[in-house]
């Protein structure tokens, strides 16, 4: 049996430089603290922002990289303080794993939106002096779920129900919140029309939690690929094909509410053009380059643009506990950790229905 009162070694897949290839790697995890819970991991997300980061399409970053935060597995210890969670329990990480605890953000539950920074979970660092890696040279490097265990303090870990399928729910640690926090914060209601822009990770939770919502719920995305998938499998109540200049016209001025999880570029007037007076355009994808608005749209019909990032701890448990109680899960297609690089060129095509998932027992 591991002990867990002391360093451990962790065996991992890391790119060891931009854009390189994924490699076996083994590194130190930290002892289990009084507050850290420690996790099995059975199985890792490969989330968009995996490749954004790995690439530095999003700046500089840290290497030898440990991607992942999209992770779902076991609890195997914790520390004494700890009372949320016990051994045997389903427990998830998400994009974070600390943040400075004291700003207004933080303490409203916020966390994500942290005035100083949240750690992430992983090409990051533990820079706050109460991190239990906190060092002189601004802290050691944070290692995420592409890995066989993990140490996270009990703040900022997640409790999986353990009604769903444990592989399908691990994506809801970025995927799922990612789109359920704009739909709750910026007001989405059941006699909302609501429209998902673009059908993939993201957009697949959407859709799904549109129509758990009751909400009338279609899907815009380019071409018709994806309409068997949407409409069968999903189970929305349209799709609109957005090169289809008819579709688009008949839709006009129809929408409450759009979230927009395009990440490749876009003409922002067309989707605003399908909104209603008191619309909302929500944004969660970045596009690769900055995309012009006109003003007119916003002014004459009031139409709301807006952004949103993650979701804070409180409200990512609230989600799971949804999942749960609705059996809303990911769908997914488990890969071995060998298949990672390939998993990252298939998700830029977006050649995946709808989320990659590594098995780490493969690790």
């Not at 890792?44 to 980061?53: F, K, L, M, N, R």
């Not at 729910?169 to 789109?179: E, K, N, R, S």
């Not at 979230?259 to 007076?277: F, I, P």
């Amino acid at each position: 049996m591991t002990d867990f009162t002391v360093p451990t070694e962790c065996k991992g897949y890391a790119a060891m430089e931009k854009s390189g290839k994924f490699q076996p790697w083994t590194f130190t995890r930290r002892a289990c603290g009084p507050d850290d819970v420690v996790i099995d991991i059975k199985f890792a997300g490969i989330c968009h922002s995996d490749i954004h980061q790995v690439r530095e399409e999003w700046g500089a970053a840290q290497f030898p990289m440990v991607p992942g935060h999209e992770i779902g597995g076991v609890v195997v210890a914790v520390g004494s303080n700890v009372t949320s969670l016990k051994v045997g329990d389903h427990a998830g990480v998400g994009c974070m794993v600390d943040s400075c605890r004291g700003c207004q953000n933080c303490k409203v539950g916020d966390e994500q939106y942290c005035f100083s920074g949240m750690v992430g979970t992983y090409n990051s660092k533990y820079r706050y002096k109460h991190c239990l890696e906190y060092n002189d040279q601004g802290g050691a490097t944070t290692y995420g779920g592409y890995s066989k265990s993990i140490v996270v303090d009990r703040n900022f870990v997640l409790q999986i129900p353990t009604a769903l399928d444990l592989a399908a729910a691990t994506p809801l640690l970025c995927a799922g919140i990612t789109v359920y926090s704009p739909m709750m914060h910026f007001g989405l209601r059941t006699n909302m029309k609501f429209g998902v822009v673009g059908l993939g990770g993201l957009g697949h939770m959407a859709a799904k939690f549109g129509v758990a919502f009751g909400n009338h719920t279609t899907v815009i995305s380019r071409g018709t690929g994806k309409k068997a998938s949407a409409l069968g499998d999903l189970g929305v109540d349209a799709f609109i094909d957005s090169k289809n200049a008819e579709e688009m016209a008949a839709a006009a001025k129809t929408f409450d509410f759009l979230l927009c999880t395009v990440s490749a570029d876009y003409d922002v007037g067309e989707y605003l053009n399908l909104l209603k007076h008191d619309g909302k355009f929500v944004v969660v994808g970045v596009p690769e380059s900055a995309r012009p608005i006109q003003m007119n749209p916003l002014i004459f019909r009031r139409i709301s643009i807006a952004g949103s990032l993650i979701g804070g701890v409180k409200e990512t448990q609230e989600m799971l506990d949804f999942c749960g109680k609705k059996n809303i899960v990911c769908d997914i297609e488990t890969i071995s950790a060998a298949q990672i690089d390939e998993g990252y060129e298939r998700t830029v095509k977006g050649d995946v229905k709808y989320r990659f998932v590594i098995d780490t027992a493969t690790i």
